[in-house]
């Protein structure tokens, strides 16, 4: 009898612990957080964009600013050009708390309820999970990730990138430290991460080829850790320039802060998710004279020329745009021309041939997001900016031309 | 010069083991009073962290009224825990106990995200930010003066410990409860008076660590760290996490340097199955079974 208790009491244990994890951490939750935009579910011939996107977790802020620029742009798309070709455009888009399995889940219930023709993921373990799914579906991909393994026509057909991969994108870095200072000494700090290991091996050899000394590459373990000692490390190493690759924002702030007092003088840039200006706020004093690639431009560029896409989002935003959300209205004027010259071909909207069309057309105009016209290789775009962190001016400002890698 | 370095690195290393000890501390303090396993003990570091942010940055109140309102919400957020969550609990099967902790740091890092977002954030700053040296090795001032106020902290809690009534209370309940109760020590605020103090201390660390490391809603990871360190001190040993805390800080920084930042968490959890292997029971645990 009291064993029957005690087991029922341990059941009870058990389950309300686990019902407490479960009520915040986001499966109920999720399935509610929903963002529909555009042409109604009965329209027939709808271009639909689905979407798994981190609208909360770890990676919200990128998230929330993916949804916002999507879902604008479909309302702009729509009312403005009226679609393509008469089509109207859909979105879907459902809250995945930046977690792989739920992110798998968002897709497959987005695609069997509706006719997907684009879908927008939101990490490189999703992509990867996925890519066989797409291939199967026939549907067409971009995302958040950067990932260089992604950058790879015959092992992801379906999927094409926002930008350059991360391994371009330090090259981009490498290209401009080459030109400013020939044969600095560069370092990198990486997290012990698949996002952060991702540039390293290949970005070292192009610096070698480049005529620059890598003096040191250092690592940090994930999650809240402790970089005194790498920061001493970096001392020793003197290098000229030190490249983060793999945060968002932690440890960058600490590490300038540290190298700084320890009277160093070494330059710091980092790549596209540490370089949103509201990431550069949280800095703090530190960002002063922070670098970095951009692929876009900033939300208040003031060298961008009157362009349409520009215009448009100031036209309905007085305040400040995070730079993901420009990515995803990049997504937006892609999967539009990518659309438009494949039913302009008289083909139908299916993932390969609208990967045909991808690889076909040239010069691509993105309507002033980037500030050249683009051509895909491979499935990626090698062109980016380098901006530095003015913090009189309050903002990122440019500091080269627009670098396309070879 | 390699020994200035090493001196340097393992300064560094045994500035940022004064956090783990610091939160060790707080992990041992429930433990010995309710036998409680706490799994939410990163994040009710997460939590006080957070508090800081709100009132200092959110709140714009002054850095020192901040400080002390978190430190008290962090001791509330403790109380609160144990006497709605845990006390029903008390006296049941460990797991179910254990499993509740889980639920909870769940619950917290969800409400964090509810308040605060999940975005990543900078803590403002109130440590003096001069450079430090001892002798002509550099000490990051954030590192030195978090090392210190760990150290003054741990030094008055001790103290209380010893010599005041509540900590005589704990210490009465710790070795044996029964008779704590027949002498007419009131057991159920001995708990909560254990988890209010560890939610206090746990807040402190929050603080001092989001001030070295910057603040997210995954910082509660930093728990499972300590965790390795209250198990190699002994989970019922206050001088175990002190020195447990430092030790790994000091081998983490170590390796961090010399075989890379890949290594740092490998060697701590490479300790952790040498003194599983050895000495179960933990550095300066006291020798008994808890299956679990």
């Given at each position: 009898m009291s064993m029957k208790i005690r087991t029922s009491r341990l059941l009870f244990g058990v389950a309300s612990g686990l019902a407490l994890g479960g009520l915040v951490s986001g499966t109920a939750l999720a399935q509610d957080q929903e963002t529909t935009v555009g042409a109604?579910?009965?329209?027939?011939?709808?271009?639909?964009?689905?979407?798994?996107?981190?609208?909360?977790g770890v990676f919200a802020f990128a998230g929330l600013a993916f949804n916002e620029g999507m879902r604008d742009f479909v309302s702009w798309?729509?009312?403005e050009h009226g679609g393509v070709n008469g089509r109207k455009f859909r979105y879907v888009g459902q809250d995945?708390?930046?977690?792989?399995?739920?992110?798998?889940?968002?897709?497959?219930?987005?695609?069997?309820?509706?006719?997907?023709?684009?879908?927008f993921g939101?990490?490189?373990?999703?992509?990867?999970?996925?890519?066989?799914?797409?291939?199967?579906?026939?549907?067409?991909?971009?995302?958040?990730?950067?990932?260089?393994?992604?950058?790879?026509?015959?092992?992801?057909?379906?999927?094409?990138?926002l930008g350059p991969d991360y391994t371009e994108q330090v090259g981009i870095l490498l290209d401009y430290i080459a030109d400013e200072q020939p044969g600095a000494r560069v370092a990198f700090v990486h997290s012990d991460t698949e996002f952060g290991r991702d540039p390293i091996a290949a970005s070292q050899e192009r610096a070698e080829e480049l005529g620059l000394e890598v003096v040191e590459t250092l690592v940090t373990p994930p999650g809240a850790s402790d970089i005194s000692g790498a920061t001493l490390s970096l001392r020793r190493a003197r290098p000229d320039y030190t490249i983060f690759h793999g945060y968002v924002l932690a440890p960058i702030p600490d590490f300038i802060e540290r190298s700084r007092q320890m009277g160093m003088e070494t330059k710091f840039m980092g790549t596209y998710y540490s370089m949103d200006q509201t990431i550069i706020d949280e800095m703090g004093e530190a960002a002063d004279g922070f670098m970095g690639v951009m692929p876009y431009r900033y939300y208040y560029d003031q060298e961008a020329p009157d362009t349409?896409?520009?215009?448009?989002?100031?036209?309905?935003?007085?305040?400040?745009?995070?730079?993901?959300?420009?990515?995803?209205w990049l997504a937006g004027v892609l999967l539009r021309e990518i659309a438009q010259e494949t039913l302009d071909a008289g083909k139908e909207l299916t993932g390969s041939n609208m990967r045909e069309?991808?690889?076909?057309?040239?010069?691509?105009?993105?309507?002033?997001?980037?500030?050249?016209?683009?051509?895909?290789?491979?499935?990626?775009?090698?062109?980016?900016?380098?901006?530095?962190?003015?913090?009189?001016?309050?903002?990122m400002v440019p500091v080269s031309d627009w670098i396309e890698l070879e | 010069m390699e020994w200035l370095f090493f001196f340097e690195v393992s300064l560094a290393g045994l500035g940022f083991g004064a956090l783990y000890a610091l939160t060790a501390v707080a992990f041992v303090v429930i433990y010995k009073a309710t036998r409680v396993i706490n799994l939410a003990m990163g994040e009710m570091l997460m939590f006080g962290a957070y508090l800081f942010f709100g009132f200092a940055a959110g709140m714009a109140l002054p850095v020192w009224l901040a400080l002390v309102l978190a430190l008290l919400g962090g001791a509330l957020l403790g109380l609160g825990l144990e006497r709605i969550v845990i006390?029903?609990?008390?006296?049941?099967?460990?797991?179910?106990?254990?499993?509740?902790?889980?639920?909870?740091?769940?619950?917290?890092?969800?409400?964090?995200?509810?308040?605060?977002?999940?975005?990543p954030r900078s803590l403002p700053d109130f440590l003096p930010s001069d450079p430090i040296f001892i002798g002509d090795a550099f000490v990051a001032p954030k590192t030195f003066w978090s090392f210190v106020i760990a150290a003054v902290v741990i030094g008055v809690f001790l103290v209380l410990f010893r010599f005041w009534r509540g900590g005589v209370a704990l210490r009465a309940t710790a070795s044996d409860q029964g008779a704590a109760y027949a002498m007419g020590i009131n057991v159920p605020a001995v708990y909560s008076l254990s988890w209010g103090l560890a939610g206090m201390l746990a807040a402190g660390a929050g603080i001092l660590l989001g001030s070295v490391a910057g603040?997210?809603?995954?910082?509660?990871?930093?728990?499972?760290?300590?965790?390795?360190?209250?198990?190699?001190?002994?989970?019922?040993?206050?001088?175990?996490?002190?020195?447990?805390?430092?030790?790994?800080?000091?081998?983490?920084?170590?390796?961090?340097?010399?075989?890379?930042?890949?290594?740092?968490?490998?060697?701590?959890?490479?300790?952790?199955?040498?003194?599983?292997?050895?000495?179960?029971?933990?550095?300066?645990?006291?020798?008994?079974?808890?299956?679990?």
């Open positions: 109604g579910a009965g329209e027939e011939d709808a271009i639909v964009i689905g979407g798994s996107i981190p609208m909360t798309v729509n009312e995945t708390g930046y977690d792989v399995d739920e992110s798998v889940g968002v897709f497959q219930r987005i695609t069997s309820r509706e006719d997907v023709d684009f879908y939101d990490s490189t373990a999703f992509s990867q999970t996925i890519n066989s799914e797409l291939n199967r579906r026939d549907i067409l991909m971009t995302g958040a990730s950067f990932a260089s393994e992604l950058n790879n026509p015959e092992e992801y057909p379906l999927q094409f990138l349409e896409i520009l215009g448009a989002i100031h036209d309905m935003h007085d305040e400040y745009k995070p730079t993901m959300y420009i990515q995803a069309t991808l690889d076909s057309m040239e010069n691509i105009d993105t309507g002033g997001i980037i500030g050249v016209p683009v051509t895909y290789r491979g499935s990626s775009i090698p062109v980016g900016r380098i901006y530095r962190a003015d913090m009189d001016e309050g903002r | 006390r029903p609990l008390l006296g049941e099967n460990p797991i179910s106990v254990f499993m509740v902790t889980i639920g909870l740091s769940s619950v917290l890092v969800g409400l964090v995200e509810i308040i605060w977002t999940a975005t603040i997210s809603s995954e910082m509660g990871v930093f728990g499972l760290t300590v965790l390795v360190v209250v198990i190699v001190g002994g989970l019922d040993s206050v001088l175990g996490a002190l020195v447990a805390g430092l030790f790994i800080g000091w081998v983490e920084s170590l390796a961090g340097v010399y075989l890379g930042g890949e290594y740092e968490h490998l060697m701590t959890f490479i300790i952790l199955m040498v003194v599983l292997l050895l000495r179960p029971w933990g550095l300066f645990g006291t020798r008994e079974i808890e299956r679990l």
